[in-house]
């Protein structure tokens, strides 16, 4: 494989690494809210003790299509044609099932991606129990 292609493909590389992570942060979301998406940000990563660090929260449906709008018609935000994604990321996060499936929005620098989570090694139910017998 060349090195572009590595390049191009480290979300991958991203979301395996930090599978349990984002499980668990879908769950608990869910738990609060019900439906929503994962926000994951790599713009502002620390390293510590522990590896890097990246931010992520849980924006719920009924808070998802004015985050989307704001998020996404930032100038720095690149996802083309955004006004369409942001009707195909609504319609995902209607219909997903949060016991088995993960919504992703990814944003590094200038781009922000959209990941629709299926067919996991790990179920966010089961990276929401792992993560808290371990922390």
């Given amino acids: 494989m060349s090195e572009t292609n590595d390049r191009s493909n480290w979300h991958q590389d991203f979301i395996a690494s930090n599978l349990l992570v984002i499980g668990y942060n879908a769950w608990a979301g869910h738990l609060s809210q019900k439906r929503g998406a994962i926000v994951c940000s790599t713009n502002s990563t620390t390293l510590g003790v522990g590896g890097e660090s990246f931010k992520t929260h849980f924006v719920g449906r009924s808070r998802l299509a004015p985050f989307l709008n704001a998020w996404l018609a930032a100038p720095e935000t690149a996802i083309l044609p955004h006004h369409f994604m942001i009707a195909h990321i609504l319609e995902v996060v209607d219909n997903y099932d949060p016991t088995t499936e993960v919504v992703l929005l990814?944003?590094?620098?200038?781009?922000?991606m959209f990941f629709y989570l299926k067919n996991l090694p790990i179920t966010p139910p089961q990276c929401?129990?792992?993560?808290?017998?371990?922390?």
């Fill in 106 to 112: 990814l944003e590094s620098f200038d781009q922000a």
């Fill in 128 to 135: 929401y129990e792992q993560v808290r017998k371990t922390w």
